[in-house]
């Protein structure tokens, strides 16, 4: 009896002590000084992870605790030892130890437990402001991903809107004929990185890539020229630009990297899927995209990078030194793009960023890189007035139809903004004198917006016609050819070269014709010119390149060749 009232005084105060010391100078201490196994001098609480780092440490119980196991009782142990004879006394003993440990562990785990309550209470307090803004920021970002996601679900088919989609599955809103493609389409974009046909390129195409440049950066996006393992030709790149400033301005104004980049990267998605409903030749080719980080690693899918053919930057610089004909084929091309997208597959759709560096050329076609600025949208009207566009230095009014939309204001745009910013550089200068009414024509109804797209293309298709088949040049007397002497299967060496503008050749005078007959033509009105080579070379709309010179040392052969040397040229050297 006398031990249980002693051994019980001691619990009570050891319940009422600090967790190192008990009532009267006992201590608990243990067999080793070590900390638990494990443990690393404290133990860590399970909702650490709930507040801040820098809150993190509160919830460290520092110190360490004994292992149940090795406390032993140390001064104290006298208080407590009794005469307890046989195994009855035993048990007794065992169970009276084991008494006190959990006394002292519970002590412990109370004053733990104050003591995170304490710290929750004061981090939850504090920052319940920021809470509030953080939480209000994350939902201002997820309403401007829903605008994003609204912006490209009615291209994915036409008609298609968001009240057909509210949970984003669009199987059902589709056409039978475009059902598989755009659910398939959509998937990639939002979801997956697989391949939307199995000639593309995925992620797995990119495991080898090799940088080559970097081929442009803007406010969104990162150009890179790649060399992919196993392909020949170098592919293009686009990525969001993580140094751009749209991804700067969101960061900053949600704070949510990871958020923003998959907002940022909405403008590559819409891309993706008008790259895939605009297929054109003037249009350049999607071939592939990945969806995540490398290999297409899940959890990263708002990395997005699409793989495109690659091109060459269009350079005005350089389209104005080069010859009319490469000039006529870059705003023909340029027709041909305008005239498709007035009735694509998505309806008439305008060019909302169109300037030159929106294209690229590709072994000579002129293509359209950048459409993620495009519009299908039709503007809406009460009257003509509401159907104004504005340029810089001229407005046009158009009609407003009886649907309430501007007749034709995205094909006009378009039309308006290729005049000014390529038919004005490109199309009237050196053209050929048997043409320029024709191009003058042009000029005069682009730049007034009095031809619509078919008029436009067909007047130009109409120059690519005469200037193929040289009917323009039916006005050349047949008799100019008669002043040259021809040996076909001989070219020239040693030759006396001069220089013409515009030349496919900067050491010499390249041009070309139709025929030796529009080659004599030329070189009768070159000063410098006494002889011409034809070699069989060909440009794009079939013409013949000629060679042009002063003068040749001697004649090698050549099967491919023909020579023209003018007849006063072939006397004086006979009679030398």
Not at 39 to 56: D, I
Not at 146 to 171: A, H, W
Request: glycine share 8%; hydrophobic share 35%.
């Amino acid at each position: 009896m006398t031990a249980a009232v002693k051994s019980a005084t001691l619990c009570d105060n050891a319940r009422s002590s600090s967790p190192a010391k008990l009532s009267g100078g006992c201590k608990v201490t243990s067999r080793q000084d070590t900390p638990l196994e494990g443990v690393p001098g404290e133990v860590e609480t399970r909702s650490r992870s709930f507040l801040p780092a820098e809150s993190q440490e509160p919830f460290h119980l520092r110190g360490r605790l004994p292992p149940p196991a090795a406390v032993r009782l140390g001064s104290c142990s006298r208080a407590i030892r009794v005469k307890m004879p046989g195994m009855g006394n035993s048990l007794r003993a065992a169970a009276l130890l084991a008494f006190v440990v959990l006394s002292v562990l519970v002590t412990l785990l109370i004053s733990s437990v104050q003591q995170f309550g304490a710290r929750i209470s004061h981090f939850s307090t504090a920052p319940s402001g920021d809470d509030e803004e953080l939480a209000s920021l994350r939902e201002a970002l997820i309403h401007q991903l829903n605008e994003r996601r609204k912006e490209i679900i009615p291209l994915l088919s036409p008609g298609v809107g968001d009240d057909d989609d509210e949970n984003g599955l669009l199987g059902e809103s589709f056409s039978q004929r475009d059902s598989t493609l755009d659910y398939s389409l959509w998937n990639e974009i939002t979801v997956g990185s697989g391949k939307a046909h199995l000639d593309e390129m995925g992620c797995d195409s990119l495991a080898d890539m090799q940088a080559v440049e970097i081929l442009g950066s803007g406010y969104t996006k990162l150009v890179v020229k790649v060399n992919l393992a196993g392909e020949s030709e170098p592919v293009a790149l686009k990525l969001v630009n993580e140094q751009g400033i749209d991804m700067g301005k969101c960061v900053e104004d949600f704070k949510d990297p990871r958020g923003c980049r998959e907002l940022v990267s909405f403008k590559l998605r819409k891309e993706m899927v008008l790259l895939q409903r605009l297929q054109h030749p003037n249009v350049i080719k999607l071939k592939g995209h990945c969806a995540g980080g490398p290999g297409g690693r899940e959890g990263e899918a708002e990395r997005v990078t699409v793989i495109l053919e690659q091109g060459n930057p269009l350079q005005m610089i350089q389209l104005l030194q080069s010859s009319w004909e490469d000039r006529f084929r870059v705003c023909l091309d340029l027709v041909r793009l305008l005239h498709f997208l007035s009735q694509s597959p998505l309806g008439s759709v305008a060019l909302l960023d169109f300037q030159p560096r929106q294209f690229v050329t590709v072994s000579g076609s002129l293509k359209l890189t950048d459409l993620d600025d495009a519009s299908a949208e039709e503007t809406t009207c009460h009257t003509d007035a509401d159907c104004t566009l504005q340029f810089p230095h001229r407005n046009f009014t158009l009609p407003c139809s009886a649907r309430g939309v501007c007749e034709g204001l995205n094909e006009k745009r378009n039309i308006y903004n290729a005049y000014r910013y390529f038919f004005t550089y490109l199309l009237p200068h050196q053209a050929p004198p048997s043409l320029t009414h024709l191009v003058d024509r042009i000029m005069n109804a682009t730049g007034e917006l009095k031809a619509d797209i078919n008029q436009t293309l067909e007047a130009f298709e109409h120059i690519l016609h005469l200037y193929k088949s040289g009917l323009h040049l039916e006005n050349l007397p047949p008799s100019i050819i008669r002043d040259y002497t021809v040996m076909r299967g001989m070219g020239t060496s040693g030759n006396v070269e001069y220089r013409c503008w515009p030349s496919y050749s900067q050491q010499g005078c390249v041009l070309s014709v139709h025929s030796a007959r529009e080659a004599a033509y030329t070189c009768n009105s070159h000063s410098q010119c006494n002889s011409f080579t034809l070699t069989g070379q060909k440009t794009w709309t079939g013409r013949l390149l000629a060679s042009f010179r002063s003068g040749f040392s001697h004649l090698v052969p050549d099967g491919t060749s023909e020579v023209y040397v003018k007849k006063t040229k072939v006397v004086e050297k006979s009679s030398a």
